[in-house]
C-alpha cells in the first residue's frame, strides 16, 4: 500500500469509488509508500499501521502495486472501499485484504480506521515451501481478496501483528528471526480462516486438497504466459486430467482450462487498462503469437475488442 496525493480535508462520500489511473497511463510500481527504489534483502520485513500513512493523505490510496513484494491490510476497527483488479469491493472489519505484487489495488478508508499493513518480500513468504502448512499459506496471495474474519479468529492475527510492530521498532538480539515466526504465525492464523471458509463452500474437503489446489494455482501463476497444455500442468503436478479438474471445480468453480484462461485474461485487462503499450505489444508480452488471434480469442470472453475494453476504462 502506497500512499496518494494529498488532497482537501473533505469526509469521502460512501458512493465514491478508490481512485485509478487512466487507461493510457502506466499504473504506478513502488516498493513502499511512493518509494520508487526497490526493497532491499530477500528477508524485507515491513509493518505500520494505517493511521499512519493514509490519514495525512485524506485517507484515500490510489491505484498502483508492488514489484516482488506481497501486502496483507488487516483492518481491526473503521474500513474500506477497496478496488481490486478494477472489482469494488467493501472490506469490513474484522477483515484482512491479501495483496500479490501483480494486483493493482487502492484504497479509500473510513476516517479512523485502525489495523496494520504487512509487507513482505517474495522469497521470505516462500521459502517454507517444504513445510507442511506453505500450501495454505501460499494460497492466500494466489489473488488479491478480501478475507472476512470472524472476532475469535482475527485476535490472535492483530495480537500478532502488533508483536511484530513492536519487533520492528526494537533493536532486540533475535529480532529478525522473531519478526519471522511471528509474522508466519500471523499468516497461518489468516490461512486457517480462509481455509475453512473455503472447504464450507468445497462441502468440507480436506486440507490436502487446498494444498494440491494451491500447487496448481501457484504453477499457473508461474506458467500461464507460456500457454502451457493442460497435460503438462497434469504432469508437473503428477495428477491426471480427470483429478485436477475435479480439484478445480470443488476449489475454484470451474475447469481447471477455465481458470488457466481467465488468469491469463485478468493479466490482458490489467495491461488494457494500465500499461500505456500498443495492444500487438501486449499481446506477444501475453505469449500470443498472433495479435489478430489475441483480439479475436478476447473479444469472445468480454464481447469486447482490446481496444474498445480500453476505451471504455479511460
Request: proline share 6%.
Amino acid at each position: 500500500m502506497t500512499r496518494a496525493n494529498a488532497m482537501p480535508d473533505k469526509e469521502p462520500t460512501p458512493t465514491r469509488r478508490a481512485a485509478r489511473p487512466r487507461a493510457n497511463q502506466d499504473i504506478p510500481t513502488f516498493s513502499l509508500y511512493g518509494e520508487a527504489g526497490p526493497a532491499t534483502g530477500a528477508e524485507f520485513v515491513h509493518i505500520e499501521d494505517i493511521r499512519s500513512r493514509s490519514a495525512p493523505h485524506d485517507w484515500e490510496i490510489d491505484a498502483h502495486t508492488h514489484r516482488g513484494l506481497f501486502q496483507i491490510v488487516a483492518i481491526a476497527e473503521g474500513g474500506a472501499e477497496v478496488s481490486l483488479d478494477g472489482r469494488a469491493l467493501t472490506a469490513a472489519p474484522p477483515v484482512v485484504v491479501t495483496l500479490p505484487p501483480a494486483a493493482v489495488h487502492a484504497f479509500r478508508f473510513r476516517r479512523g480506521t485502525r489495523g496494520h499493513v504487512l509487507t513482505i518480500a517474495e522469497a521470505l513468504l516462500f521459502d517454507a515451501a517444504g513445510d507442511a502448512v506453505a500450501g495454505m499459506v501460499q494460497e492466500l496471495f494466489l489473488e488479491a481478496r478480501v478475507i472476512a474474519l470472524d472476532e475469535a479468529a482475527m485476535r490472535p492475527v492483530l495480537l500478532l501483528l502488533d508483536q511484530v510492530a513492536a519487533e520492528f521498532r526494537s533493536e532486540a538480539p533475535g529480532r529478525t528471526a522473531l519478526v519471522e515466526w511471528l509474522l508466519r504465525a500471523a499468516l497461518l492464523h489468516i490461512a486457517r480462516a480462509h481455509l475453512a471458509a473455503s472447504r464450507a463452500h468445497a462441502g468440507g474437503r480436506g486440507p490436502g486438497h487446498a494444498a494440491r489446489f494451491a500447487a496448481f494455482r501457484t504453477l499457473v501463476e508461474a506458467r500461464y504466459r507460456e500457454h502451457w497444455p493442460l497435460s503438462r500442468y497434469c504432469a508437473a503436478l503428477r495428477l491426471t486430467e480427470g483429478q485436477l479438474n475435479r480439484l478445480a471445480r470443488r476449489l475454484g468453480g470451474h475447469s481447471a482450462a477455465e481458470l488457466i484462461q481467465q488468469r491469463l485474461f485478468l493479466e490482458a485487462r490489467r495491461r488494457l487498462i494500465h500499461v500505456a503499450a500498443p495492444i500487438a505489444r501486449i499481446a506477444y508480452d501475453l505469449g500470443f503469437q498472433d495479435p489478430a488471434y489475441f483480439c479475436r480469442i478476447f473479444k469472445r470472453r468480454t464481447g469486447m475488442t482490446p481496444s474498445a475494453f480500453r476505451r471504455s476504462h479511460e
